[in-house]
């Protein structure tokens, strides 16, 4: 029905995307071979950021890809449907204010659908359109947003071409999927290509996030204009994994830029404003009042929580619409510059993206990363212990944070708050690596190279892509790249760090064991990555004999020398191999 409605609405693209996003699971069965290719193609069909060397139609920077994504959002609405409904007639209806550039449904507290018109004029029209609903007893606060509610004439009377539509995906599989589709690999490499393609963020989750700062975005304008609401995070640095919270910040500075230096003759008007002690408590005032605002009139937003003593004053909120919970801060312009670092490089290689989102995956399903602030590794972290192990391969798959500096020109220089945060931001001028290695090799080399780190007396520092004395007595020490410093995993404790050690040699060493030509009859055992993510056999009962014969010291002294020993040429296949169940 979807289908046929491209010819009265001129055009709706995302019914071509949405056959590449919604890829059903069969096709993931029958050719798992195919994956990193797929997501090859699919990255150079949508237009997205190309990555690794192959790589030759020019990339989008980070700004652009932003500017792009916020003049999307900005022409796009907001619909809470009936459960049932006529796609063809609802686009029909909608197409009276202006065509319609493309559309999707998904649910989340009820079906909604996320509608991008070709011209902004026709969210004007379809906002004049609307009227204020009437609440018998109660009282409706008549607040106009890009939100709103279809209801249908006669409910009672469904036509046959009512029905359920298809909804777009914004949750990741379960575990017992995820295990079934890596058993069903073919390699370890394409098993952490198929990792990442279920788990990344799709093109219409996107596109929500961004409709959803858009969305806060008009709420604050209405006492800061030209105010502007960005997403930063996982949201939009390529490292984003279905289901992360969203994150944005409120930025000021464009109103400053608008109105300065403006002069008449002799005269200089200036806005009256009320002063405050500190910038700090600016920041506290602006943020109580939009969290009022969100709590008493923004449509969706649940929870509202004014964390305004912590160290980054913060709003957290649920945007029952979209489904997220989001954190609003304000002027946090060295997070988005962080953010466009990550987005440089998971864009330089394919290979940075695939390794990230395994690791962290990794570290998650043995509670080394948690939701819960605490003394644990943060994905942040994990993000950059894997660029600092690709900046040390032998040719670099990285550059450094220096090198990347001296590409910079006039146009990229960047100070914040006195920090030196320029970089080149032009995709196009940094020199791909020359390196081939295999996702394989580079995911039991990293569990390898940090069970050997010493952790003890050495820093992570990607600036110089080098391992330096440590500058404190934290267990775990990761220089901030920009805010050099501060130490981003001074929260984790000695013996999380301990833990993650362990885990590490675990791994390389279960790795190590892998026989590559398994026979397919053994394909229901979990093997590769799939081993990798049940639980640690630090806890299972084949390793609890081993426990009871060999006291911990000669255990992990055992599992080194194996590591040592035992290359990828002459790695056999033994009865070290895990056997466990496939429950989640």
Not at 118 to 138: A, D, H, I, Y
Not at 285 to 296: M, P, T, W, Y
Request: net charge positive.
């Amino acid at each position: 029905m979807a289908a046929r409605a491209v010819g009265l609405l001129a055009s709706l693209p995302l019914c071509a995307q949405r056959s590449q996003v919604l890829r059903p699971i069969h096709r993931l069965l029958s050719c798992p071979r195919t994956v990193a290719a797929e997501i090859k193609r699919e990255e150079q069909s949508s237009g997205s950021v190309e990555t690794g060397s192959e790589g030759r139609t020019p990339k989008k920077t980070f700004s652009e890809v932003q500017k792009e994504r916020r003049e999307q959002a900005q022409r796009t609405v907001l619909i809470h449907c009936p459960n049932k409904i006529s796609v063809k007639k609802f686009l029909k209806y909608l197409s009276q204010h202006g065509p319609i550039n493309n559309h999707f449904f998904y649910e989340s507290f009820g079906l909604y659908a996320v509608v991008e018109f070709c011209q902004k004029e026709s969210v004007t029209s379809l906002q004049n359109g609307t009227r204020t609903p009437s609440m018998g007893t109660e009282a409706a606060i008549p607040f106009r947003s890009r939100v709103f509610n279809l209801k249908t004439k006669n409910p009672s009377n469904p036509t046959s071409e009512q029905s359920r539509v298809q909804c777009s995906i914004h949750a990741p599989p379960s575990s017992k999927k995820l295990l079934e589709l890596l058993c069903c690999a073919e390699s370890i490499d394409d098993q952490l290509n198929t990792l990442l393609k279920e788990l990344q963020l799709t093109e219409e989750n996107t596109k929500l996030r961004y409709l959803t700062c858009s969305l806060i975005e008009d709420i604050a304008a209405a006492y800061f204009l030209d105010c502007t609401v960005r997403p930063f995070g996982s949201s939009v640095n390529s490292f984003g994994k279905l289901g992360c919270d969203l994150d944005m910040f409120l930025d000021l500075d464009e109103i400053g830029k608008f109105s300065a230096n403006k002069t008449s003759g002799n005269f200089l008007m200036e806005f009256q404003v009320k002063n405050v002690p500190s910038e700090r408590m600016a920041t506290q005032k602006i943020l109580s009042v939009i969290g009022e605002c969100l709590d008493h009139f923004g449509p969706g937003c649940v929870g509202v929580q004014k964390i305004l003593n912590a160290r980054c004053p913060l709003v957290r909120f649920s945007h029952q619409a979209s489904g997220f919970q989001c954190d609003l801060t304000t002027n946090n312009r060295i997070a988005l510059k962080s953010s466009e670092l990550l987005y440089i490089y998971g864009a330089l290689d394919s290979r940075v993206r695939a390794l990230v989102f395994s690791i962290r995956c990794w570290a998650r399903a043995h509670s080394l990363t948690s939701s819960i602030p605490g003394s644990w590794i943060t994905n942040f972290s994990l993000t950059m212990m894997v660029i600092f192990f690709l900046q040390r391969r032998s040719p670099p798959i990285l550059p450094t944070l220096d090198s990347l500096k001296t590409l910079a020109d006039a146009e990229d220089k960047c100070v914040i708050e006195g920090h030196n945060c320029t970089f080149v931001r032009d995709l196009n001028k940094i020199k791909p690596s020359g390196n081939t290695e295999t996702l394989e090799l580079l995911l039991k080399e990293f569990f390898e190279y940090f069970g050997n780190f010493a952790f003890n007396k050495n820093s992570i520092n990607i600036r110089q892509g080098r391992e330096q004395n440590k500058p404190e007595s934290s267990p775990l020490h990761i220089q901030n790249p920009f805010e050099t410093s501060l130490n981003i995993s001074k929260n984790v404790s000695q013996s999380q760090l301990q833990k993650f050690v362990e885990l590490a040699r675990e791994s390389a060493w279960i790795l190590n064991q892998e026989d590559k030509d398994r026979p397919s009859s053994s394909r229901s055992q979990p093997w590769g990555l799939a081993a990798l993510l049940l639980p640690s056999v630090v806890n299972s009962a084949s390793l609890a004999k081993r426990v009871r014969k060999k006291p911990a010291s000669e255990r992990i002294k055992s599992l080194l020398e194996s590591i040592k020993s035992s290359g990828p040429e002459n790695a056999t296949c033994t009865n070290g191999k895990r056997t466990v169940s496939t429950q989640a």
